[in-house]
């Protein structure tokens, strides 16, 4: 069945992985490795009721933090510009507003375009000084709401942001153990999998990629590491498989994969060789690609 959503946005590989047919697949695929959280204690705790608001400012955040951080360090474009600029926005916004009136859509996106462009300011002044300000912050959880639009085509308020909010954020990058995040040779931030959509007709944006490793970043209360997350993890590289990583270097290859308990700080790292049949690779490959086309509506080449 085609997804209604894909026509308007594709199928993105969180969607993709929820079809019950996919969800089985992979569960006989791969084996999911087994995590003790109990030894985990939360270092952060939050301070508003916004968790996943704050949690992709944190991604913005952190890429931030590491593109100041890595001379090596290759920023793709924001998920927050990507829909904002798309001569589509209007008709996503009423595909998933229905009710927005027309005064509504161009007042949101006059504000949306003003806080972009502030961002970008405020960023490019980061990269300079590597210094973490209030505005910059503020930034973070105005990108935050501005990938929304990207991820789920909804439109909210931009003046609900407060103080709690800044100081979690400011909390969760003033300590962080920037050690964990050094690479050698690659560092990819928001990598995409642009060949991989056009062949497969799914559509996959994670986090990070530092060297061989992908990394997904949690801003969660609770450490536990679940069935979907471990997914979604695959799904990325099973698209780097497919058609490789925009950025990277063409002989590059994952061979791990990861979660980043951003309010635990800590990194969990899974050695791909540990979790499926190597050798059956090429088949899954064909079955997802199949997959992704009839879920997306993508016509066979």
């Known amino acids: 069945m085609i997804d209604r959503r894909s026509k308007i946005r594709g199928t993105s590989i969180s969607d993709f992985i929820k079809d019950p047919e996919v969800k089985k697949k992979f569960k006989e695929w791969f084996d999911k490795p087994r995590f003790n959280s109990s030894k985990l204690s939360m270092i952060h705790t939050l301070i508003t009721d916004k968790a996943p ?44 507003n229905p009710g927005a009136s027309e005064k509504l859509i161009e007042s949101w996106l006059k504000e949306g375009k003003a806080l972009l462009k502030i961002a970008k300011k405020n960023h490019s002044k980061f990269l300079k000084d590597g210094e973490i300000t209030g505005d910059l912050l503020r930034s973070c959880l105005h990108l935050a709401k501005l990938d929304i639009l990207h991820r789920r085509g909804i439109i909210g308020r931009f003046d609900d942001i407060d103080a709690g909010d800044i100081e979690d954020l400011r909390s969760l990058i003033r300590k962080i153990r920037m050690k964990q995040f050094q690479t050698e040779d690659v560092c990819l931030l928001s990598p995409t999998f642009s060949n991989a959509t056009k062949i497969s007709g799914i559509d996959g944006e994670a986090d990070l990629v530092m060297d061989d490793t992908l990394i997904d970043i949690k801003t969660y209360t609770s450490p536990k590491f679940r069935r979907e997350m471990f997914d979604q993890l695959m799904g990325y590289y099973l698209l780097s498989k497919i058609g490789g990583i925009d950025g990277a270097p063409e002989d590059h290859e994952i061979h791990k994969v990861g979660i980043y308990f951003s309010r635990h700080e800590y990194l969990h790292v899974i050695d791909l060789k540990d979790v499926f049949n190597q050798s059956e690779l090429n088949s899954i490959l064909d079955w997802v690609i199949h997959k992704g086309k009839e879920i997306s509506g993508l016509k066979a080449s």
């Open 53 to 96: 608001l704050l949690g992709t400012a944190f991604d913005y955040l952190l890429r931030f933090k590491l593109q100041y951080s890595d001379s090596k360090a290759k920023a793709m474009a924001w998920a927050a510009e990507k829909t904002l600029l798309d001569p589509r926005v209007r008709s996503i916004i009423k595909y998933f």
